[in-house]
């Protein structure tokens, strides 16, 4: 997995579990990669911020599943962001670093949560619930003034947030689009700065076509035409 910095100078590589050493890579055109941080835990590289400081990626953890990490890149160290009994993952920071968005399943089912970052710092702080009935994948748009996630039918949806005084509030979800859900998964996907180009990943036939029939040997039940 990887992912690009604001810059668009370098990227970010989380090694496969077949590896006997997981970490995370900095490379640039003229160096071939530094090792910044590695774990004996599987890995999954989330999001880095825009400034090139933090990097937050999900960990497996045999007591608490799955957790949010973050990675300092300056000192290479790795904290726990959020690791409650819960399993959180896909984390998405806004771009002024203010904001978490994360998936949860403290309620029960996957659904989207929004927490202040604080610089990394660990613990559960406030949480604003943003999606309804299943959420999935969150990304901010660049300005911080809408935050996406899919829905469990697929749906890309939208909603839209305003920051003010250290506190957030999200109108209710939107739909944008319908997308082709991957079965048993999420779509990855990426949104534009200004939230109008979506690129997903996407199966080449809906899950719930209708099947193809396909007969053989039909010619031997035709009735010959009369002499």
Wanted: with cysteine.
């Amino acid at each position: 997995l990887s992912d690009w910095s604001s810059d668009v100078c370098s990227s970010d590589l989380s090694r496969r579990r077949s590896c006997c050493r997981r970490g995370t890579r900095r490379a640039t055109p003229e160096t071939k990669g530094e090792l910044l941080n590695s774990s004996a835990f599987l890995r999954h590289l989330e999001d880095w911020s825009h400034d090139g400081k933090y990097i937050l990626f999900s960990e497996l953890h045999p007591d608490t599943t799955w957790d949010i990490m973050g990675l300092t890149v300056s000192d290479k160290k790795s904290v726990p962001v959020l690791n409650t009994v819960h399993t959180e993952g896909y984390p998405a920071l806004s771009a002024d670093m203010k904001w978490l968005a994360y998936q949860s399943n403290e309620s029960g089912a996957a659904e989207i949560y929004v927490q202040p970052f604080e610089n990394g710092a660990p613990g559960t702080k406030r949480i604003y619930p943003v999606s309804q009935g299943g959420g999935n994948l969150p990304r901010w748009r660049r300005d911080g003034s809408e935050l996406y996630y899919l829905a469990n039918d697929g749906h890309m949806m939208a909603v839209a947030a305003h920051p003010a005084n250290g506190e957030i509030a999200f109108e209710a979800p939107k739909p944008l689009f319908q997308t082709r859900p991957v079965p048993k998964t999420s779509n990855l996907y990426d949104v534009s700065p200004d939230g109008e180009r979506f690129l997903l990943n996407l199966p080449m036939e809906w899950p719930n076509a209708a099947p193809i029939t396909v007969t053989t040997g039909w010619s031997k039940d035709l009735t010959p035409p009369a002499k």
